[in-house]
């Protein structure tokens, strides 16, 4: 798509955000509760450029949320959510990059009978094996006190930049039966076209049980009815034997069905789509709360990729310190043992979460440690070593917090690489 499409997409927004509070009338406006975020990121490391080496660069966003309407109760209300960027640094790092998207701009209604929402506008839509940002109409609402439906209709976000989106479409929905917090299964089926070409159908089921002894059953599946092939299996279970907790899993990827999104439409996954490796994995995590403020942890994870022929097993402890307030810190040592060389390494971490520190409120100070061994050389490098700082504080009446973290890390992409960042967040509101 081209910069003149661009602008008139961008103008397009607005003029849609405008009208709708035109709509709204000034009485609504001026009766509206209505609250606004700012999120101010500055941004420090260096870069290799096409036009300079070790280029500066300096990007600064800002993210802006703004909510009016019925905020604290059923009705009507407006909800926006964008970014912008600038680059305070001497390369063109970004020069290909889009300088600011709006992430979500709706009207929303809801209703306090058959728990009704209707959303219109740019939003985002999680409904079954719906993961997805869309321009249209999406609803949800009980039908009776066993059922639940939720549908939507627009054109794919994603899509925006593909040829223009004439002839692009996204639609679906879930139908699920509940019964109160005892289980719920869902149906759902999603269609994305491209240039009035399917490029993506499939079905899907997950369902969430809560059945007796504390033990709950949660999970997805997805099926590719383009490719005609199952593209993703999760479940796992829940369960607890005193102070012992468990959660075994299970999930499987076959990537052709999973990444497959059409010829036509740009996918970052293209490659892996284009093979049929499958991927199996399956495992469980362990936790032991029975010393008090401490906590023991396990993890056992295989990995199996059919057509690499390829198998790995993933072990780790993990020991975690609560203390006052959100205070904690631990560590993780683990260890991978594959066939491949790039799965046979050692790792061990350590962290903490320090909140007021010295009795300091509204303050807290956190660090990050990180360190790969690599059995054999990866490009040369015989391990990955990555290290974070960052420290934060509250402001008048919580309304502004400051953040300011700085991280480094050398591995076999960087031998050495910096990187800063600042971060403003205020809250209006009246």
């Known amino acids: 798509m081209d910069n003149a499409c661009r602008t008139v997409l961008r103008r397009s927004r607005v003029i849609f955000i405008v009208g709708c509070l035109l709509l709204l009338g000034p009485g609504w406006v ?12 500055f941004r420090f490391m260096q870069r290799d450029t096409l036009t300079t080496r070790d ?10 949320q703004a909510d009016a309407g019925n905020l604290n109760a059923r009705g009507l209300s407006l909800h926006l959510y964008g970014w912008g960027r600038a680059d305070l640094g001497n390369g063109d790092y970004y020069s290909d990059d889009p300088s600011g998207e709006l ?32 321009d249209g109409l999406s609803l949800r609402t ?17 899509l925006d930049t593909a040829a223009g989106r004439s002839g692009d479409s996204i639609y679906g929905g879930r139908l699920a039966h509940h019964f109160g917090t005892r289980y719920e299964v869902g149906v759902s089926y999603q269609q994305v076209a ?22 709950s059953l949660s999970g997805k599946s997805s099926y590719n009815l383009e490719s005609d092939g199952w593209g993703e299996n999760f479940y796992e279970v829940r369960f607890s034997l005193g102070d012992f907790h468990f959660r075994p899993f299970f999930e499987s990827y076959n ?41 023991v942890g396990a993890k056992v994870k295989f990995f199996n990729y059919d ?59 956190s660090g990050d440690l990180l360190y790969a061994s690599y059995d054999k050389p990866v490009y040369g490098q015989d391990g990955s070593f990555f290290a974070s700082l960052g420290a934060g504080h509250r402001f008048l009446d919580d309304h502004l917090e400051l953040k300011l973290s700085a991280d480094y890390s050398s591995d076999p992409n960087f031998d050495s690489d910096w990187r800063g960042m600042l971060v403003a967040s205020y809250r209006f509101g009246r």
């Open 103 to 134: 992430l979500y701009g709706y009207l929303e209604y809801t209703r306090p009978f058959s728990n009704f929402n209707l959303r219109l506008g740019r939003q985002y839509v999680i409904a079954g094996l719906a993961n997805d940002s869309i």
């Open 55 to 64: 280029a500066a660069v300096l990007p600064i966003y800002e993210y802006l």
């Open 30 to 41: 001026g009766a509206a509760e209505i609250s606004l975020q700012s999120e101010t990121l």
């Open 255 to 295: 990537y052709r069905d999973y990444f497959a999104a059409g010829e036509e439409t740009p996918n970052p996954f293209y490659i892996l789509s284009q093979g049929n490796e499958a991927l199996t994995a399956y495992g469980t995590d362990l936790l032991w709360t029975g010393l008090g403020s401490w906590e």
């Open 142 to 158: 009980d039908l009776g006190p066993y059922f639940t439906l939720s549908a939507y209709g627009g054109l794919p976000v994603a």
């Open 194 to 215: 491209n240039d009035s070409v399917t490029e993506d159908q499939q079905v899907g089921i997950d369902l969430a049980l809560a059945l007796p002894a504390g033990i």
């Open 307 to 365: 057509v690499n022929n390829d198998s790995a097993a993933y072990y780790a402890a993990i020991l975690t310190w609560h203390g006052a307030e959100l205070t904690q810190a631990g560590g993780e040592i683990g260890t991978s043992q594959g066939d491949a060389a790039s799965n046979n390494y050692l790792l061990g971490r350590l962290f903490f979460y320090w909140d007021k520190p010295i009795d300091l409120p509204h303050t807290f100070v």
